[in-house]
């Protein structure tokens, strides 16, 4: 079946620093894929996404893009802020069958001033 | 402001307990979906449903039912609470779309501790 795979964490940066949480995929066929987060005591909100090979969504400084030969959808931000404290979710939306996401199992990023 | 909202976020419960978790959205969605969130598991879907008194099984829906009598309405049921169902509960719903971009809004969470 669909699958995602993330890079365990925490990830733990200091103000300024680069980012990159990686996300890797399987599925049958193109699904569309996206990146939510969960801030400290709150649901999950949609940052991103992309859905076809190549796209790049982006939002917030944040950026990822649907690579398809390597069925990944690594994300990237320049420069991380005490404010992205938060857990990253990579998931996948089937295009075959009703259309239920797939999440990856969340990555949690600690940005120090 | 849209939203989903979850009328519990924190319970307490105790074994054999029956847990009703409501979940409510503004949105006027067709697909409402209950997920339980644990450490190192990340979400797994419980129960979906695509339209008033349809559902359909997730990846895990033992020890769970839903009930949907409303579009606006997505109830999650747990018919005799177990300590394995101390979880993070989140409800969530969508627009009924083929294209494939399809994107869910999340209520805040219900944090089920069971006793």
């Known amino acids: 079946g669909d699958s995602v795979t993330q890079m365990e964490g925490p990830v733990t940066l200091s103000e300024e620093a680069f980012l990159t949480i990686n996300c890797t995929y399987t599925a049958t066929g193109y699904p569309s894929l996206f990146w939510y987060v969960q801030y400290p005591g709150e649901g999950l909100q949609l940052l991103l996404k992309?859905?076809?090979?190549?796209d790049k969504g982006s939002n917030k400084g944040f950026e990822a893009t649907y690579r398809k030969e390597t069925t990944s959808f690594h994300l990237e931000k320049g420069s991380v802020q005490v404010s992205d404290s938060a857990v990253y979710f990579c998931a996948l939306l089937s295009n075959t069958g009703f259309q239920k996401l797939v999440f990856g199992t969340g990555t949690r990023l600690l940005v120090s001033p | 402001d849209v939203k989903v909202t979850q009328s519990s976020r924190y319970l307490v419960k105790r074994t054999g307990e029956k847990v009703f978790l409501e979940c409510v959205q503004d949105?006027?969605?067709?697909?409402m979906f209950w997920y339980r969130q644990d450490p190192g598991l990340g979400l797994r879907l419980i129960y979906f449903s695509y339209d008033v008194k349809m559902k359909e099984k997730g990846d895990i829906p033992e020890g769970y039912s839903v009930s949907r009598e409303k579009k606006e309405r997505f109830s999650l049921i747990l018919e005799s609470a177990s300590t394995n169902q101390t979880s993070m509960y989140l409800c969530a719903s969508s627009l009924l779309q083929s294209s494939g971009a399809n994107v869910l809004t999340f209520g805040a969470g219900s944090r089920l501790t069971v006793l």
């Open positions: 992309a859905t076809k090979a190549d």
């Open positions: 949105m006027d969605h067709e697909n």
